[in-house]
């Protein structure tokens, strides 16, 4: 029995300490200084017990512009969202961060890892959002490296010639719904779908 344990696969095992966090954000444009936070999801990627990488739960709040933020028109038509719309039940940008955040940390810890490392489809943008939202609310346990991530663009452009997330993820054999796409959940789940097959097919390809 203590032998199968030590050789059971673990997550800390397969990322060197890190524990991979999908992360996606919803925005009011491309400056993560001066545009608002309007969403934030994030799912904690587990591993089996035959190691195989699977999506876990999913944390996500809706998050209220905070004082001063800039609001992009283009941005807001492009994602659809009504940042004073009534049934958002956004909270105040500290609040929200401090709820993702939180289940974050537990996992780190219980999977034995260092840190959270953020997976994202550009995963730059949603790290940049993420860091300065952080900053702002003067948050001081961010679970998160500070700047390593797992790109699903550039794994999806290597296994699959894909680098657009629609594409990417109908060539890995997930589905797909156009009219669902562009809210911080569901890019957050068909994104953790993405790398866990991009990570199990390379397992099995690599032995």
């Not at 035959?50 to 807001?76: K, N, Y």
């Not at 997330?165 to 109908?170: R, T």
């Amino acid at each position: 029995m203590q032998e199968d344990l030590l050789t059971q696969p673990s997550i800390s095992g397969r990322f060197r300490g890190f524990l991979p966090v999908v992360v996606d954000v919803e925005t009011a444009g491309f400056d993560a200084e001066r545009h608002a936070l309007l969403e934030i999801a994030a799912v904690i990627i587990r591993m089996d017990d035959d190691g195989q990488l699977e999506p876990g739960r999913t944390i996500a709040r809706h998050v209220l512009p905070f004082i001063g933020a800039e609001l992009d028109p283009r941005a807001l038509a492009f994602n659809k969202i009504d940042p004073d719309h009534p049934f958002r039940d956004a909270l105040p940008e500290q609040t929200a961060l401090q709820e993702v955040l939180k289940p974050i940390r537990k996992a780190v810890s219980n999977e034995g890892c260092t840190r959270a490392i953020l997976v994202g489809h550009n995963a730059h943008f949603d790290l940049g959002f993420l860091k300065a939202a952080v900053d702002r609310c003067n948050i001081k346990r961010n679970p998160f490296h500070a700047f390593s991530v797992f790109d699903t663009v550039s794994l999806a452009g290597l296994a699959f010639g894909q680098t657009v997330l629609a594409k990417s993820v109908q060539a890995a054999g997930i589905g797909w719904d156009d009219g669902e796409a562009h809210s911080a959940i569901y890019d957050a789940e068909k994104t953790a779908e993405l790398f866990c097959a991009i990570a199990n097919r390379w397992k099995a390809l690599s032995g």
